[in-house]
């Protein structure tokens, strides 16, 4: 049985790195908000907004409107708040 310990551990310490893995390439969540809001305003200029202005445009985003009318509020609130 201690021959194949060090076998064991290994196989162990391969599925322990395999569940963290994934945790470590997700992107964070400044990442996945401008993902979003490239999607619906694709040209913006995020790094000209405000903590508070990305988290309107996420507000609207998330909320329950048809994809166009979220496009739409999108990006006017990006030329408003980049101009």
């Known amino acids: 049985m201690t021959r194949n310990a060090p076998l064991s551990l290994a196989i162990v310490a ?4 395999a569940q963290c893995a994934p945790v470590a390439t997700q992107p964070t969540g400044l990442d996945r908000q401008e993902r ?3 999607e ?3 040209d913006a ?3 000209r907004l ?3 202005e990305r988290l309107m445009l996420m507000t609207i985003i ?3 409107d048809s994809y166009f009318d ?3 509020k ?3 609130l990006v030329r408003l708040y980049t101009d």
């Open 62 to 64: 998330k909320s329950g």
């Open 70 to 72: 979220k496009r739409s």
């Open 36 to 38: 979003a809001i490239l």
């Open 14 to 17: 391969t599925a322990a790195l």
């Open 50 to 52: 405000e903590t508070t």
């Open 74 to 76: 999108v990006r006017s």
């Open 40 to 42: 619906y305003a694709p």
């Open 45 to 47: 200029d995020l790094s």
